[in-house]
């Protein structure tokens, strides 16, 4: 069983920065690929950053430039630090990895339980 939670949500003006965290836990043999995925009311989930075990990463063209997300390898946690953020970034913001819990066990996606970001203008 592999649990992902997420930290650091909250409510902020516009212009305002957040910095959002998730740990992963349980039985792991190996995390490869972390993300972080938004869903506002209405619209589907969509991914805002990736980040592969080497430290490539990845971001939507809506949050270049203002998102940076970083990763610790030996802590199993993902970081999310989001500046200059602006009323449409108000969504449930989840964690994502990519786990496999023992070495003969295919890769596996897992899920942290959402946590709220809500921008006011």
């Known amino acids: 069983q592999v649990q992902l939670v997420e930290s650091g949500g909250g409510l902020v003006q516009a212009g305002g920065s957040l910095r959002l965290s998730c740990v992963a836990s349980g039985i792991i043999f190996s995390i490869n690929a972390m993300g972080w995925y938004r869903q506002a009311p209405g619209k589907q989930r969509e991914l805002v950053a990736g980040?592969?075990?080497?430290?490539?990463?990845s971001y939507a063209d809506s949050v270049k430039g203002r998102f940076t997300i970083s990763r610790d390898n030996a802590k199993n946690t993902v970081h999310l630090q989001m500046n200059s953020l602006k009323p449409e970034d108000t969504a449930v913001y989840y964690c994502?990895?990519?786990?496999?819990?023992?070495?003969?066990?295919?890769?596996?996606?897992?899920w942290g339980q959402g946590t709220q970001v809500t921008v006011s203008s």
């Open positions: 994502n990895a990519n786990v496999k819990v023992a070495s003969l066990i295919p890769w596996a996606d897992y």
């Open positions: 980040i592969t075990r080497d430290g490539v990463t």
